[in-house]
């Protein structure tokens, strides 16, 4: 049976600034990343993002970023493995607060933009991540980049990872995504994207930038929902992959099966 998780970043408005259309995302994808403070986010999104999933029925999982509210994650900071373990340690804590608070169990962990880049190649800081989700709750779920360190971290201490992979990123031949600066990063058809998406999930293969097909395994596929087309992407993907008779069911569902 094909099947496969969609997750959305979500919650990363704060303060009187708003971003994304998390409330009309929800209903369409299984998993929610919600952002924890430090790229994006504020207690008050948290809670309320939270609350939303919750409603529609959805997994939470925590989304930590290096402190960088400014440039929104993005930008590849110097840090220890060990201040890398406590910024992430401190992030799922804050978010698992409102889990608890809620009554819902926190799902699983995705570190966001450059901190998720970063430790997608170093596998020290891939394993500061890991270690930090295993001493905080060893039944998370590790949510990383289809055959980065971080699945590899993840797998070799014994935590459940699942494999994420993007419908609107080009890769490179190594797997990584394309860096955002570089022409063709972005994919932006959304009949090509569809059909990338569905060709991971059935044959466990994409194209990458270079013409090149490489392997890859979709256990969650991500959507983003801060677009200006985000919404109705988001409804054509999930219709598009039902139609396919892949069953879409969050990681938790998964694991049961």
Same mark, same amino acid.
């Given at each position: 049976?094909?099947?496969?998780?969609?997750?959305?970043?979500?919650?990363?408005?704060?303060?009187?600034?708003?971003?994304?259309?998390?409330?009309?995302?929800?209903?369409?994808?299984?998993?929610?990343?919600?952002?924890?403070?430090?790229?994006?986010?504020?207690?008050?999104?948290?809670?309320?993002?939270?609350?939303?999933?919750?409603?529609?029925?959805?997994?939470?999982? @925590?989304?930590?970023?290096?402190?960088?509210?400014?440039?929104?994650? !993005?930008?590849?900071?110097?840090?220890?493995?060990?201040?890398?373990? #406590?910024? &992430?340690?401190?992030?799922?804590?804050?978010?698992?607060?409102?889990?608890?608070?809620?009554?819902?169990?926190?799902?699983?962990?995705?570190?966001?933009?450059?901190?998720?880049?970063?430790?997608?190649?170093?596998?020290?800081?891939?394993?500061? *991540?890991? !270690?930090?989700?295993?001493?905080?709750?060893?039944?998370?779920?590790?949510?990383?980049?289809?055959?980065?360190?971080?699945?590899?971290?993840?797998?070799?201490?014994?935590?459940?990872? @699942?494999?994420?992979?993007?419908?609107?990123?080009?890769?490179?031949?190594?797997? &990584?995504?394309?860096? !955002?600066?570089?022409?063709?990063?972005?994919?932006?058809?959304?009949?090509?994207?569809?059909?990338?998406?569905?060709?991971?999930?059935?044959?466990?293969?994409?194209?990458?930038? &270079?013409?090149?097909?490489?392997? *890859?395994?979709?256990?969650?596929?991500?959507?983003?929902?801060?677009?200006?087309? #985000?919404?109705?992407?988001?409804?054509? $993907?999930?219709?598009?992959?039902?139609?396919?008779? $892949?069953? $879409?069911?969050?990681?938790?569902?998964?694991?049961?099966?």
């Amino acid at each position: 049976m094909y099947q496969i998780d969609l997750n959305c970043d979500l919650g990363e408005s704060f303060g009187c600034y708003r971003l994304g259309q998390d409330a009309q995302v929800i209903p369409w994808i299984t998993s929610a990343n919600v952002a924890c403070g430090y790229h994006a986010s504020d207690p008050v999104v948290m809670e309320r993002t939270v609350a939303m999933a919750k409603e529609a029925g959805i997994q939470v999982g @925590a989304h930590p970023g290096f402190p960088d509210l400014m440039g929104f994650g !993005r930008r590849n900071m110097q840090v220890s493995y060990e201040e890398a373990k #406590a910024y &992430t340690m401190y992030q799922v804590g804050a978010l698992d607060g409102f889990c608890r608070a809620k009554g819902m169990t926190l799902q699983h962990v995705k570190p966001h933009g450059a901190l998720y880049n970063m430790a997608a190649k170093d596998a020290g800081l891939a394993e500061a *991540i890991c !270690r930090a989700v295993q001493e905080y709750d060893n039944n998370l779920i590790l949510m990383a980049l289809s055959g980065s360190e971080m699945i590899k971290a993840a797998e070799s201490m014994g935590l459940s990872a @699942a494999s994420e992979v993007f419908a609107d990123r080009a890769y490179e031949e190594d797997g &990584t995504l394309v860096n !955002r600066r570089k022409d063709g990063a972005m994919i932006t058809d959304e009949e090509e994207a569809i059909f990338r998406v569905i060709r991971m999930v059935k044959e466990k293969k994409v194209q990458a930038i &270079t013409g090149k097909d490489i392997p *890859i395994r979709a256990d969650s596929v991500c959507v983003h929902g801060d677009g200006e087309k #985000a919404l109705a992407f988001v409804r054509r $993907i999930r219709k598009a992959l039902e139609k396919e008779g $892949i069953r $879409i069911c969050s990681l938790t569902e998964m694991k049961k099966n």
